[in-house]
Nanobody, 115 residues
Framework: QVMLVESGGGMVRTGGSLRLSCAASGSIFSMDLMGWYREAPGKPRDVVAVETSSGSSAYKNTVKGRFTISRDNTKNTVYLQMNSLKPEDTAVYYC?????????WGKGTLVTVSS
């Protein structure tokens, strides 16, 4: 069992930046995939950014060039740097980890972007 705890959410104005962190209870080095997802009010959960164990990353089109996923294996932590934030980025952001077909989720952190 892997526990994930997100932090770093908050309220920011349009154009601002936030860095989300996801601390894992175990090693993330062995994870097949680490990712960030978000759930906006009234919308289904959607992928934002993912990174494979080999270091390849992929992003939702609307965040490309603004968001960056990264990891620190020594701290078992994954980050999501979010720049040039827009009101439509407002959502609860969830960290996810996948290994051998099993998915693990954090409880989420709220990001609110005001216009």
């Amino acid at each position: 069992q892997v526990m994930l705890v997100e932090s770093g959410g908050g309220m920011v104005r349009t154009g601002g930046s936030l860095r989300l962190s996801c601390a894992a209870s175990g090693s993330i080095f062995s994870m097949d995939l680490m990712g960030w997802y978000r759930e906006a009010p009234g919308k289904p959960r959607d992928v934002v950014a993912v990174e494979t164990s080999s270091g390849s990353s992929a992003y939702k089109n609307t965040v490309k060039g603004r968001f960056t996923i990264s990891r620190d294996n020594t701290k078992n932590t994954v980050y999501l740097q979010m720049n040039s934030l827009k009101p439509e980025d407002t959502a609860v952001y969830y960290c996810s980890a996948s290994r051998n077909g099993s998915d693990y989720w954090g409880k989420g952190t709220l990001v609110t972007v005001s216009s």
